[in-house]
């Protein structure tokens, strides 16, 4: 009855078919506020539409609008997948389609409990479902090794003064603002239809609040600090090698001749280091002596080499075990760090279940799986009094490997990634976006190396610099590019999140799913009471 009363009085009338349209609106809205379109104020209201249809309605329609917006969204912006496994884009669509459920199912339970006449009754709807929408966020990040693929903070990359919250409370605290926006004006226009406009807007007012205060505290933390630039200089070589040319032995000469080129360029302007993008040779360089012998001629120009490659290690028991490497060559040959990528991409790097199902093997575009390594490697440079550490392809986008690499004593984060297995326009851009967090987040800068798209610098607040383009402005070409670095001094205090984490977007997850759990809980109580009591259960048989 309550239900029925709430739409009738407080909320638009909406038919099922209307409804599951302003859900999938919600969804594209979304994807168009992320790369490459980058529509990046729709997300302030995207969810909106989402909200209005599921206002008041049943647990279970609220789900499947939930799961419809979740669905357009991730098809959409993650579409790049399908070059490399259709079956695995819809799959991962799907999974990630889920977490948009608890927030929007929350967010129905009180707007049909509670109405949307009293807008302080709305504020702490709003603020629900933001806690619930981060915290949604942060358990992506976190369950089944994690996917902390384009939360909504990510959207805002290029809106610095927003993002350098993220210095004191991670990504999660800006994905929860932009959720308390699009969650405000759906409450102010649930209110206003329901009649509620002469009791003034609260919910407005703590909007503009909010979002006053989280600029101009985000301007003063970017005015702050420094420009880019700095004392160190480190070239990034782009190859630009196309996928289906990485592993063909008939191109393997190209790749070699290419690398060459451009590194015997960059060695020329003297950098402290060159590196090279994830897996840039075809072949291990410490078995291979084509890959080897081009490694070490190479270093002997004078300059370290940062070479992405893949290694294995017959040693151990278990027979073969391949790693996405990185090895730092100095010039006189030595092989002074070797760091082995710790996270691995699911369904990409490795195969779940392959040792008991071999079929599986057969749906992966890599002949073997990788073994994860174990820890970051901090690396140091003769002649320089800086460290760095390596994050190998999508790392960059796991933000608990970077502050883990930062408290091991980096002063500098490299990214080496390889980003041509997908649509450039699309994926390494977005890759890109993911980065400019893990600097803001810890105060440091990021140098990238990329196979294709996306290589040059990001500083301590965010700011890209020194991307690699020809001179009409395309970024997919073959070429290097010095980038200026500033490393983090080693007596800079810890940020906040560099300090504890993702410490907001766990207590978000926790502040937001306790009363859920509680409200299901509740409800399935109230439905096995009734289910043993029915009016005349008890009632005598006696005629």
Known sequence: MAADHFSAQAGPRYGLSRRGWLASLAGLALALAFPPFEWRLLAWIALTPLLLAAAGRGAREAVRLAALAGLVFWLVSIHWIRHVTVLGWLALAAYCALYFIPPVWAWSVWTRRR?????????????????????????????????????????????????????????????????????????????????????????????????????????RLLAAQPPAGGDVSIAVVQPNIPQVEKWSPAH??????????????????????????????????????????????????GTPLLVGTVESDGSGAGGVHYYNSSLLVLPDGALAAVYDKQHLVLFGEYMPGERWLPWLRRLAPIPESFSAGRDPVPMRLPGHDFTFCV???????????????????????????????????????????????????????????????????????????????????????????????????????????????????????????LPLVAAWGRAMTTRRLHGLWRPGTFRSKRR
């Open 391 to 513: 994050l190998i392809c999508f790392e960059d986008t796991v933000p608990w490997l970077a502050r883990r690499a930062v408290r091991a004593g980096a002063q500098v984060l490299i990214n080496q990634t390889n980003d041509a297995w997908f649509d450039p326009a699309a994926a390494a851009v977005q890759h890109l976006s993911h980065g400019v967090f893990r600097s803001i987040e810890n105060r440091i800068p990021t140098v990238r190396a990329a196979n294709t798209g996306m290589s040059g610098g990001i500083d301590a607040a965010g700011r890209l610099h020194d991307l690699l383009t020809d001179a009409a402005g395309e970024r997919r070409v073959a070429g290097f590019r010095v980038v200026p670095v500033r490393p983090r001094p080693p007596q800079a205090p810890l940020t906040l999140y560099s300090r504890w984490g993702d410490w907001f977007g766990f207590c978000a997850a926790l502040l937001g799913y």
């Open 115 to 219: 109405g949307v006449r009293s807008g302080w009754a709305n504020l702490v709807g709003m603020c629900w479902f933001a806690l619930l929408w981060a915290g949604s966020e942060y358990l992506r990040g976190r369950l089944f090794t994690g996917f902390a693929w384009n939360p909504l903070a990510v959207s805002q990359y290029r809106q610095l003064a927003l993002c350098q919250h993220a210095s004191w409370g991670g990504m999660y605290v800006l994905s929860a603002l932009l959720a308390l926006a699009c969650a405000g004006w759906a409450a102010l226009i649930l209110r206003w239809r329901a009649g509620g406009r002469a009791r003034g807007q609260p919910e407005l007012l703590v909007l503009l609040i909010t979002l006053a205060a989280a600029q101009r505290g985000g301007a």
């Open 252 to 301: 393997f000469d190209l790749i070699y001749r290419t690398l060459e080129t451009w590194t015997r360029l960059a060695a020329r302007l003297a950098p402290a280091l060159i590196v090279w993008p994830e897996t840039a040779v075809p072949d291990e360089v410490r078995v291979d002596p084509a890959s080897a012998s081009l490694v070490r001629s190479l270093a002997a120009e």
